[in-house]
């Protein structure tokens, strides 16, 4: 069965550094979507992205994140100072018209 | 604006027996209502959805859930639950379909052999 696919697993990064996650979504679905989860807190939508433009974003989605669609393969979610208070679960899901598929996630820890 | 209330962060149940984990919702249009389930270092996999058609929906791994809207309660049950169904549980709610998915906080179920 297709998937979503999440690089790195865990990133660790230092305060002010620009992090970039990256998301494989699955090949014919055409909405992207960023969430985070905080450790023991919701999982907290962020952004969500369909026919390379931002459709949704949350408060939480501030100037510091962006996403891009750079290829025809690839999601990204880059944060571009990051903050003690990023360090989370970030879930990258895709979609056609159906449920969310989600990817196993990435853990950010920011030092 | 969606809300899901997960009733008990933290479920026990011994191997066989019943499983109930509780999520109320709050919506001011029809929702579209959904439970996820996340196993340790994995993803969230979709359990079930109910989207308006049948308000009994079944799922996967013999899990089932009841739309009740006088109660505006979405519970996910199992008849006997099973070792390998000890994961974290989340509830979550749609006005438009999928996007966006506001989810609960989460139950975690433990079971006892």
Redesign the interface.
């Known amino acids: 069965e297709p998937e979503?696919t999440?690089t790195p697993s865990h990133q660790v990064t230092q305060m002010g550094q620009e992090v970039i996650l990256r998301c494989v979504p699955i090949s014919n679905h055409l909405?992207f979507?960023w969430?985070r989860q905080i450790l023991g807190?919701?999982?907290?939508?962020l952004v969500?992205f369909y026919n390379n433009e931002i459709?949704?974003k949350?408060e939480i989605f501030d100037d510091q994140f962006s996403v891009e669609r750079p290829d025809g393969s690839n999601f990204t979610l880059k944060i571009r100072s990051t903050k003690l208070e990023d360090s989370a679960m970030y879930?990258c899901?895709s979609?056609d018209?159906?449920?969310?598929?989600?990817?196993?996630?990435t853990r950010l820890t920011v030092t | 604006a969606q809300s899901v209330t997960q009733l008990g962060s933290h479920v026990s149940v011994s191997e066989g027996a019943l499983v109930l984990l509780r999520c109320n919702y709050s919506s001011s249009v029809p929702p579209y209502l959904?439970w996820?389930v996340q196993y340790p270092?994995?993803?969230?996999?979709?359990l079930l959805?109910y989207t308006s058609a049948a308000t009994l929906v079944k799922g996967i791994n013999g899990f089932e859930a009841e739309f009740k809207k006088s109660e505006t309660s979405f519970h996910l049950t199992k008849p006997s639950a099973h070792m390998s169904d000890a994961a974290e549980y989340?509830c979550?709610v749609s006005d438009r379909?999928?996007?966006?998915?506001?989810?609960?906080?989460?139950t975690r179920l433990s079971v006892i052999a």
């Not at chain 1, 807190?41 to 939508?45: I, R, Y």
């Not at chain 1, 018209?97 to 996630?105: I, K, S, T, V």
């Not at chain 2, 379909?97 to 989460?106: A, E, I, S, W, Y």
């Open positions: 979503v999440q909405y979507y969430y807190q919701k999982v907290e939508f969500s459709s949704e949350s879930f899901a979609a018209r159906g449920p969310l598929h989600f990817g196993n996630g | 959904f996820y270092n994995q993803g969230l996999q979709l959805k989340f979550a379909g999928n996007t966006p998915l506001v989810f609960g906080k989460g």
